[in-house]
């Protein structure tokens, strides 16, 4: 399985730039059951492929998973319908707000064993270190 992880995660590094990910590649994860995450802007946490969402980031968050995907707020910050939904999460994604007194803009911590990848900004600086992992790993 990871080789596909691989080959995509070296596709993106090769091809990604802040303005977007390529088509083909999202298309390619998608047919291949693999989420893409990565940041956009200084407010973003993408996801994107067998997975498609965006989540306000700013300054960092952190993203719950269940065995079926990313579990969403569906209502206001301090939500009771959420907070029992997210006894179900099983992983988590964090999203860290590097700032540029580090080497990454953003950077994900997490659990889901993953490939990374990395996207460099207009100016062709260290902008983002995404990952990449298979949907199906979030039922392990």
Do not use: Q
Request: aromatic share 12%; charged share 35%; net charge negative.
């Amino acid at each position: 399985m990871e080789d596909k992880l691989k080959y995509i995660a070296s596709r993106l590094t090769e091809n990604a730039t802040y303005r977007e990910i390529p088509a083909e590649l999202v298309e390619y994860a998608k047919e291949h059951g693999i989420v893409i995450v990565y940041g956009a802007s200084d407010d973003l946490m993408e996801f994107d492929g067998a997975i498609y969402e965006e989540i306000d980031a700013y300054e960092g968050t952190t993203a719950y998973l269940d065995e079926n995907g990313l579990i969403e707020n569906e209502c206001e910050e301090d939500c009771p319908y959420f907070k029992e939904k997210l006894k179900n999460a099983k992983h988590k994604i964090k999203a860290v707000w590097c700032g540029k007194d580090r080497n990454w803009t953003w950077t994900y911590d997490t659990d889901i064993l993953h490939e990374t990848f990395e996207i460099l900004d207009n100016d062709g600086e260290k902008y983002c270190l995404g990952i990449v992992f298979y949907k199906e790993s979030l039922k392990g």
